[in-house]
Every structure is written in structure tokens, then in C-alpha cells.
């Protein structure tokens, strides 16, 4: 076998800075903005409709606001458009008394940015004023009950725009508007409910608020920045790759921008916050947000559900929000481009994190974060399931997007309206929780009563005491259910849990009855981040006190540096169900990004992976301890195969020193590596065997020793030997061939593959090859064989996978004095000793009783070998190493 050591350059993880990042997201911005202007608006003139939807007066505003924005980073022309010249053809086709809001703000900064209303054509300047005087929200700013509290940002900016633009007089309203904003700012935990009437919405518009008063900050005294640095270092702990809230409304695509935005807004106005941390994490998320702007629109509503006010009809809107909301980003890095990142892999760092939000004690957010397990327990009250109770992590445990309560005990009224097509809402523990009490690792929650999302008032009487708890890569729920009557439910009573489509979860209900559903293409089983295409429900039998547990297992995630070869799928093969098993792929500058999402690298044959180089090695390893990743090695050589130098052995002391465990195939290849190489204090060991390779040999079952005769053009002889494999120099192949030809035996034929160091007599019973053997060749001559000799020195092995070849096809094995085969055959073997006379005696006494015995205690000797168990041992050690990086 020939290898290529040529390796792709790997360079080493740099952090980044302010200035570095929003050069960044500028480029990045304008190169999806010509995708846009190529797949959606041809020289950034919008179509009246798309798939389906018109384009209304909202989407113009952003998209203008976007080109501001992009002159204002530098940008003056994409797409062969010049940014400036499209701006006034976008002011003259809206409708100004239909711009509201935030559109209404985008607007007048957007002709701020141009110069002014004296920038602008005559006859665009009154429609410009009209469109920033945002009437219907500021109208509506006293009634609490219907608009959100952020509103009144939006307008306070709206009316500071008109100040700007007219020149004059600020508008009256402004005044009593910058107090208002001002005030919000007083919070003590700096966390500020957004929500309308009872709703209790600590969410993703807390961090927002402070984003859109960000140009009022002159204006808004100290309480601003003392809130926003608080809550940085609240949401640095509780911040996920999915973003830096994950519950409530606008999550998703949004969360994960205004987490960019919170970065730079750390670092440009200097917040007292980790700053670095928020420039690793701003640009890992980045990296993961510019997937989904295939062709340059938003995918936030493909194969995925955003919430329902930025449904379908608003994906062009979307798009140029996000878009812009990078380019203010940018804007920001660029006021301090030197502060520094820290390293991508301290973006999320393992962290446990209790907030409560207010003085009440009832609204708070858990927050667990590990490497294999990482969520969010918010207690909130909201106007839909996305502010239930429930454990949230993106990729992991997910709620479908305003749909159905998962993770949670949920009562189900009959009934349907068919003229809807929809069931009457479930029933989920009512409102704010009456009590939360927090421990290192655990969470207890306590609500009265049942209701109805939205509301607190309870519908059943009853109670929920759940406790929620770590143990080691399981989120464990204890449940206490009390009904007042349970037998005037008005429905039944379920517990859901929503597999997401990223990444495997075993489920574990020790009530009820448990099935599992396929959900998968349905509209209403997706979340922000996902397809849900599993729901795994338990139906319990209510009662006056139901008592019952529930866990949640990330399966593990495994990266095998062999992925696909057959002792690879042999081992995983068994554990399907149970582990998420891929290829590491080659050491590359997306390394860390891959193993961001991995557990355990599983480690055979380090050569082949990160090569033979020390320094490279070194490197390679650098990146692989930085994400926290689990190395296990299962060592089956003492040395590569090939390049056995200083070099090497010095490679293979790194993996040493590195690994967390070593497999090793038997005692004997553990005692000679334990004394061959000083591994790390922290690593353990352990023997599992190599498994058989009978099922590789079932491919050829019905292969005949005539049938391989004929194709291989080989004599029929009484006894033919051979020796398998690939040429090393472990083998003592010319002992082998001295021993034939000395054999006074004249029906035996030797099959051996030899290199030049091999000097090969004239003797017609010695076949003699060189080159490389196809598999299914290699597994079609073991049925011709009456025996495999295994020559092996006594001496600098751990094992050979030659042995297995003869356990697996029930072929009987000659063998050296090698303590491995003692090990591994116990006496299933012939044993002929070290010489070539020794080999020459066995050969000349062999008999076909012989052969038949080695032969059927080899068959018997099988299942100690077999890859169910094995793969059940190689599990435990990747979880115990999994867990050791916890």
C-alpha cells in the first residue's frame, strides 16, 4: 500500500480583532448583497411580488437602509450598481403614509447618511419627512397593551431623524420620549421586560433594546451602558452557537445577528463586558449565520419556522434586516479595530449560569453549557409555547416554533376546529412559576395550575414540581404532578420531546406509554434552527399524584480518522443506534470548526491522519485540545507501518502524551507500548480485543477452492500455505520461503507476497508476488488456503490483524513464538517457533488432523472476538473519555 504524506496547510487558529472582523462582515455583507441583487432584485430594484407575497413599503425602507449603510462602510458599488444613485428611485416608489416604525427610522437615517434632505431631489424631500414621522406608533405609545415597550426606541429615533433632517425645532413629542427611553434603562439586573399588559418577556428584545437606543447613548446617561455591560456578562455564560437567547420570539437567524451586534457593541463602546470572548464568539456565529443566505435571501423559512409575524411573506425584509444589522456591526468594530479576540474555541466555554431577571424571584433563565450538552431553562411568561418552561439549545433540545409544548407536561383538550384544521390549545403549567430554586447542576420549578399559553389563569387545578438536573451527558426531569381531579381532565395528559435533525437524542419516559412519531416534513414540527423529524410522546394515565422521571442523552459524537474502512464500520456498525459516528476528514484550517460538533476523535493510525511530522503533529493536537475534544486511540501499531523513523516515533510520543485513552488489542501489545512510550498522567488504559473478520468473508461464502484455482491460474495441490498481507518488515517472509523450499513435503504450494529484500529460489511450489491485492481478491484466496503463516517477530508489535483474517474465515494459523498469539489464540494456533528449520519440521509433519483441529478450535475461539461486545467495550471507554472533558 502506498501513502501520500502530503498534507493541506494547517494554519493555527489566530484570534481575532475588532477591526479584522468588521472588514469582514463588510465583505461578506456586500458579496451576499450581489447574490441578492442577482436571484431576487436585478440592479436592486424590487419585484412587486416574490414566491407568492407582494413587496410592500417595509422591504424598500431595509433595502435602502442596507445601501446607506454599505456607503457608509466604504462600499459605493456592488453588483456593478452604484449604491448612491439606487437610493432616490427607492425613496420615490414608497408610499410614505404606509412607513411605519422601524421602517420609519431606516428611512430617515438612511437620507442622513446621503447628506440630508439637501442631498436629495426637490421633490423627495417632503415624502422623506412624511415617511420618518411614524404617526400610528406614536400614537400608540401609551397603550401598554398594545405595543411592545421597544417601541419606544423606535420612535424616539424616528423623531430624533426628523429633528436632524429639518433642521429645526425638535418635534415635541421628543422630550417626554428620551425620558421615557431613559428610564427603562434603570433596571438593577439591567435585564428590561419587554412584554405588553401581564406578559413577563425577558427575551432577545432586552439585549435589543439597548442595541436600537445605542444612537441616543449621549443622551441617556450611565444607566445604558452600566445595564448593557450587565447583561453581556449575564448572556456571555448563557450565549449558545444558535444564538445568545434562544427562547422567546425572533429567535434564530435574529438571535444569532444580534449576538454579532452584541460584540461589537462590547468592544466599540467599550462596555465593561469580555470583550474578546464576544469577538470569538461574534465570529464563530458569523461563520454559521452566512449559511443560511443561500443565493443571498434568508433560508429562515426553509425547512425551518420563523415566528409568525416575520412568516414567508416577509423573507425579503428578513434578509436585508439581518444584513444590515451585520453592517451596523461593523460600523461599531471600526471605532476600536484593535481590541482583540480571544481564541474561536473559547467562544463558548463551559459555563453553568442562574439569572434571575427581576426582583420578583420568578422570572430567570438556567443556562448549562458543556461541550456535549448545552441549554437553556428560561421561566418566563409569554404569549405562546415559545416562553414555556422548557429547556432550549439549538441543535439539540428544540421547541417547534410557536407549535405544539415539548418537554413539558401538556393536557390536551378534544376537540378540533375543522373549519381551522387546528385542535384546541393545550393546557401547559400556568404562567410565571410560583417558586425556582437553584443548586449547583440543578433547577427546581414550581406552578399552579394549568392554562392555556398566554395565559395564567389556571384551567385545571393542580400543581408541577419539576426538577431538573445534570448527570454527566443527560439532562434528568423529575416530575410531581398533583391533580385537585384528575378525573375532569379535559384531555389527555402527554409529555413530548422533539428530536431535532442535527444531531440524535436517546429519550427515556418511565411512564405511560411511550411511542415514538415520524414528524418529519411537517410544517408545524419545525423550530427556528430546524426540521423536528422524531417526537418521542408518553401518554400518562392521570391521577391525584403522578410521579415520574424523564431524561434527555445527546448521542455521542464520535470522529473516526479511519472513517469507512472496514475495521471502522465493523466497530460502529453495532452501535448505530446509540453513537453519532463520522469522518474526522484531514487536518485543515476547518478543523476547529468541525470539532466544535465532536466528542470523542477516535484515533487509529496517526500517520495517516496528521502524518509523521513531529512539528505538524504538535499542531495538529494544538487545535484538537483547544475545542475540548476527547482523543481515544486505539494503538494498533508500535510505529507506522511505513517511515519508521525518529521522526515518527516522536509523532506517535505526542499522540501519547495527548490521549485521554488508549485501546489497546491485548495485554502483551499494552505491556511493550507502556514500555515503549510515556504517556500522559491523565490517560487511561484499556484492552478490548480486535474483533474477527467473519463478516467480511461472508462477501465470499460461496467461493470454492476450485473457483479461486481457476482465476488465480494455481495448480491443485494437497497443501497450500500462505502468508497474508502486506510486506513489513515484522515479517520474516524470507524464513518463510527458506522453510518451503527446504520442506521435503512435494504437494505443498507457498502463496507469499514479497519486496525486493526477499530472495525467492527456483522452486515451483513457491508462488512468489509483489504489488497490491484487491479486497475481494484478498478475501476470495483465504478460501483456497489450508493454513496462514504468520511469521512475526517476537518483538516491536502490539498486534496483527492477520490473526483475525484466520479467526474470521476459520483458516488455521502457523505461528511464531510470539507471546501475542498465546494471547490472542490459546492454542487454536499451530505453533512452529522462531527458525527456519523449526518452520521447516512443522510443515514436514503437518497433517490434515492437525489442520482440522486448529480449525474448529478457531471457530470455537470466535466469539471471543466477536464486534457486539467489542464495540460495547469501545463505548464505555469513548463516554468515560467524553466525560472526562465535561
Given at each position: 500500500m502506498s501513502m501520500d504524506f502530503r498534507f493541506p496547510e494547517l494554519p493555527l487558529a489566530e484570534a481575532t480583532t475588532a477591526g479584522a472582523l468588521a472588514d469582514r462582515l463588510v465583505t461578506a455583507t456586500t458579496e451576499k448583497m450581489a447574490e441578492f441583487e442577482q436571484s431576487a432584485a436585478p440592479g436592486f430594484k424590487l419585484p412587486g411580488i416574490f414566491a407568492g407575497h407582494p413587496v410592500l413599503d417595509d422591504t424598500t425602507a431595509d433595502l435602502m437602509y442596507v445601501l446607506g449603510l454599505l456607503i457608509d462602510c466604504g462600499v459605493e458599488e456592488v453588483a456593478g450598481c452604484d449604491l448612491q444613485d439606487r437610493i432616490p428611485p427607492l425613496i420615490a416608489s414608497l408610499d410614505p403614509g404606509a412607513v411605519e416604525g422601524f421602517y420609519s427610522y431606516r428611512v430617515g437615517e438612511t437620507a442622513l447618511r446621503l447628506g440630508g434632505l439637501d442631498a436629495l431631489p426637490a421633490e423627495l424631500r417632503q415624502p422623506v419627512l412624511d415617511a420618518v414621522y411614524s404617526k400610528e406608533i406614536i400614537a400608540r405609545l401609551d397603550d401598554t397593551d398594545a405595543i411592545p415597550p421597544n417601541f419606544a426606541v423606535v420612535a424616539t429615533r424616528c423623531l430624533r431623524a426628523l429633528a436632524r433632517l429639518r433642521g429645526d425645532d425638535e418635534p415635541a413629542e421628543l422630550p417626554a420620549l428620551l425620558d421615557r427611553v431613559r428610564s427603562m434603562f434603570t433596571s438593577p439586573t439591567g435585564w428590561i421586560n419587554d412584554g405588553m399588559g401581564a406578559f413577563t418577556h425577558f427575551d432577545i428584545y432586552t439585549p435589543d433594546m439597548y442595541l436600537f437606543a445605542e444612537p441616543l447613548v449621549d443622551q441617556l446617561g450611565p444607566g445604558w451602558a452600566d445595564g448593557l455591560s450587565q447583561v453581556l456578562r449575564d448572556l456571555d455564560e448563557v450565549a449558545q452557537p444558535g444564538g445568545a437567547v434562544v427562547w422567546g420570539r425572533s429567535i434564530g437567524a435574529l438571535g444569532m445577528a444580534i449576538t454579532i451586534e452584541l460584540a461589537a457593541i462590547a468592544a466599540g463602546r467599550d462596555l465593561n463586558a469580555p470583550q474578546d470572548r464576544w469577538l470569538a464568539r461574534a465570529e464563530a456565529t458569523l461563520e454559521d449565520l452566512l449559511e443560511w443566505f443561500p443565493n443571498g435571501v434568508i433560508a429562515a423559512h426553509q425547512n425551518r419556522a420563523a415566528m409568525f409575524y416575520r412568516g414567508p411573506a416577509r423573507r425579503l425584509q428578513m434578509t436585508l434586516d439581518i444584513y444590515g444589522k451585520l453592517l451596523l456591526s461593523a460600523l461599531e468594530l471600526r471605532r476600536r479595530p484593535d481590541v482583540g479576540g480571544a481564541p474561536s474555541t473559547d467562544a463558548f466555554l463551559p459555563a453553568e449560569r442562574f439569572i434571575r431577571f427581576d426582583d420578583s424571584g420568578r422570572a430567570t433563565v438556567w443556562s448549562y453549557r458543556s461541550k456535549s450538552l448545552s441549554f437553556a431553562l428560561p421561566t418566563v411568561f409569554g404569549f405562546s409555547a415559545d416562553y414555556a418552561s422548557s429547556p432550549r439549545g439549538p441543535g439539540l433540545l428544540e421547541q417547534p416554533t410557536s407549535g405544539h409544548p415539548v418537554m413539558l407536561p401538556v393536557i390536551s383538550p378534544r376537540g378540533r376546529d375543522e373549519m381551522a384544521g387546528t385542535s384546541s390549545a393545550p393546557l401547559i403549567p400556568a404562567g410565571l412559576p410560583v417558586l425556582v430554586e437553584h443548586t449547583p447542576g440543578a433547577v427546581t420549578v414550581v406552578h399552579d395550575g394549568w392554562a392555556p399559553a398566554g395565559s395564567s389563569d389556571p384551567v385545571v387545578a393542580g400543581s408541577r414540581t419539576a426538577t431538573y438536573k445534570v448527570e454527566a451527558r443527560s439532562l434528568v426531569v423529575s416530575e410531581q404532578l398533583r391533580f385537585d381531579d384528575p378525573d375532569a381532565l379535559p384531555g389527555p395528559?402527554?409529555?413530548?420531546?422533539?428530536?431535532?435533525?442535527?444531531?440524535?437524542?436517546?429519550?427515556?419516559?418511565?411512564?405511560?406509554?411511550?411511542?415514538?412519531?415520524?414528524?418529519?416534513?411537517?410544517?408545524?414540527?419545525?423550530?427556528?434552527?430546524?426540521?423536528?423529524?422524531?417526537?418521542?410522546?408518553?401518554?400518562?394515565?392521570?391521577?391525584?399524584?403522578?410521579?415520574?422521571?424523564?431524561?434527555?442523552?445527546?448521542?455521542?459524537?464520535?470522529?473516526?480518522?479511519?472513517?469507512?474502512?472496514?475495521?471502522?464500520?465493523?466497530?460502529?456498525?453495532?452501535?448505530?443506534?446509540?453513537?453519532?459516528?463520522?469522518?474526522?476528514?484531514?487536518?485543515?484550517?476547518?478543523?476547529?470548526?468541525?470539532?466544535?460538533?465532536?466528542?470523542?476523535?477516535?484515533?487509529?493510525?496517526?500517520?495517516?491522519?496528521?502524518?509523521?511530522?513531529?512539528?505538524?503533529?504538535?499542531?495538529?493536537?494544538?487545535?484538537?485540545?483547544?475545542?475540548?475534544?476527547?482523543?481515544?486511540?486505539?494503538?494498533?501499531?508500535?510505529?507506522?507501518?511505513?517511515?519508521?523513523?525518529?521522526?515518527?516515533?516522536?509523532?506517535?510520543?505526542?499522540?501519547?502524551?495527548?490521549?485521554?485513552?488508549?485501546?489497546?488489542?491485548?495485554?502483551?501489545?499494552?505491556?511493550?507500548?507502556?514500555?515503549?512510550?510515556?504517556?500522559?498522567?491523565?490517560?487511561?488504559?484499556?484492552?478490548?480485543?480486535?474483533?474477527?473478520?467473519?463478516?467480511?468473508?461472508?462477501?465470499?461464502?460461496?467461493?470454492?477452492?476450485?473457483?479461486?484455482?481457476?482465476?488465480?491460474?494455481?495448480?491443485?495441490?494437497?497443501?497450500?500455505?500462505?502468508?497474508?498481507?502486506?510486506?513489513?518488515?515484522?515479517?520474516?517472509?524470507?524464513?518463510?520461503?527458506?522453510?518451503?523450499?527446504?520442506?521435503?513435503?512435494?504437494?505443498?504450494?507457498?502463496?507469499?507476497?514479497?519486496?525486493?529484500?526477499?530472495?525467492?529460489?527456483?522452486?515451483?511450489?513457491?508462488?512468489?508476488?509483489?504489488?497490491?491485492?484487491?479486497?475481494?481478491?484478498?478475501?476470495?484466496?483465504?478460501?483456497?488456503?489450508?493454513?496462514?503463516?504468520?511469521?512475526?517477530?517476537?518483538?516491536?508489535?502490539?498486534?496483527?490483524?492477520?490473526?483475525?483474517?484466520?479467526?474470521?474465515?476459520?483458516?488455521?494459523?502457523?505461528?511464531?513464538?510470539?507471546?501475542?498469539?498465546?494471547?490472542?489464540?490459546?492454542?487454536?494456533?499451530?505453533?512452529?517457533?522462531?527458525?527456519?528449520?523449526?518452520?521447516?519440521?512443522?510443515?514436514?509433519?503437518?497433517?490434515?488432523?492437525?489442520?482440522?483441529?486448529?480449525?474448529?478450535?478457531?471457530?470455537?475461539?470466535?466469539?471471543?472476538?466477536?464486534?457486539?461486545?467489542?464495540?460495547?467495550?469501545?463505548?464505555?471507554?469513548?463516554?468515560?473519555?467524553?466525560?472526562?472533558?465535561?
Open positions: 395528559l402527554t409529555l413530548s420531546v422533539a428530536e431535532s435533525d442535527a444531531r440524535p437524542i436517546d429519550v427515556g419516559i418511565d411512564t405511560g406509554r411511550v411511542q415514538t412519531i415520524d414528524t418529519a416534513g411537517l410544517a408545524e414540527w419545525r423550530s427556528f434552527w430546524g426540521e423536528l423529524p422524531r417526537v418521542i410522546q408518553a401518554e400518562i394515565e392521570p391521577a391525584a399524584s403522578v410521579d415520574f422521571t424523564w431524561r434527555i442523552t445527546p448521542r455521542l459524537r464520535v470522529a473516526s480518522t479511519i472513517h469507512g474502512h472496514p475495521y471502522d464500520r465493523s466497530l460502529y456498525d453495532p452501535l448505530a443506534d446509540r453513537v453519532v459516528a463520522s469522518g474526522a476528514g484531514i487536518p485543515d484550517d476547518k478543523l476547529i470548526r468541525r470539532l466544535r460538533d465532536i466528542d470523542v476523535l477516535h484515533m487509529a493510525w496517526p500517520e495517516w491522519w496528521s502524518g509523521v511530522d513531529p512539528e505538524r503533529t504538535a499542531e495538529v493536537l494544538e487545535q484538537v485540545k483547544a475545542t475540548g475534544t476527547a482523543v481515544v486511540w486505539t494503538q494498533h501499531n508500535l510505529l507506522p507501518h511505513f517511515f519508521k523513523t525518529d521522526e515518527a516515533g516522536a509523532s506517535y510520543q505526542l499522540w501519547a502524551d495527548a490521549a485521554d485513552a488508549v485501546i489497546h488489542h491485548s495485554e502483551v501489545g499494552r505491556d511493550v507500548a507502556l514500555g515503549t512510550y510515556r504517556y500522559g498522567a491523565h490517560t487511561e488504559h484499556h484492552v478490548i480485543p480486535h474483533g474477527h473478520w467473519g463478516r467480511e468473508y461472508e462477501a465470499v461464502a460461496n467461493t470454492t477452492r476450485q473457483d479461486v484455482e481457476l482465476s488465480e491460474g494455481w495448480a491443485p495441490c494437497g497443501l497450500r500455505v500462505a502468508v497474508i498481507g502486506t510486506p513489513r518488515v515484522e515479517k520474516d517472509l524470507q524464513l518463510v520461503v527458506d522453510a518451503v523450499a527446504a520442506c521435503a513435503r512435494d504437494d505443498i504450494q507457498l502463496v507469499i507476497r514479497v519486496d525486493l529484500s526477499v530472495a525467492v529460489p527456483d522452486d515451483p511450489r513457491i508462488i512468489a508476488e509483489h504489488g497490491h491485492l484487491d479486497f475481494n481478491q484478498y478475501l476470495r484466496r483465504m478460501k483456497a488456503f489450508d493454513a496462514v503463516i504468520l511469521p512475526f517477530a517476537p518483538s516491536g508489535m502490539l498486534t496483527t490483524g492477520t490473526a483475525f483474517d484466520c479467526l474470521g474465515a476459520g483458516v488455521p494459523a502457523i505461528t511464531s513464538d510470539w507471546d501475542f498469539f498465546d494471547e490472542t489464540f490459546d492454542g487454536a494456533d499451530i505453533r512452529y517457533g522462531s527458525t527456519v528449520e523449526d518452520l521447516t519440521r512443522c510443515l514436514d509433519e503437518l497433517t490434515s488432523e492437525d489442520l482440522d483441529r486448529s480449525r474448529q478450535a478457531l471457530i470455537d475461539r470466535r466469539p471471543a472476538f466477536d464486534w457486539e461486545p467489542i464495540a460495547d467495550q469501545t463505548l464505555a471507554v469513548l463516554e468515560a473519555a467524553s466525560l472526562s472533558k465535561a
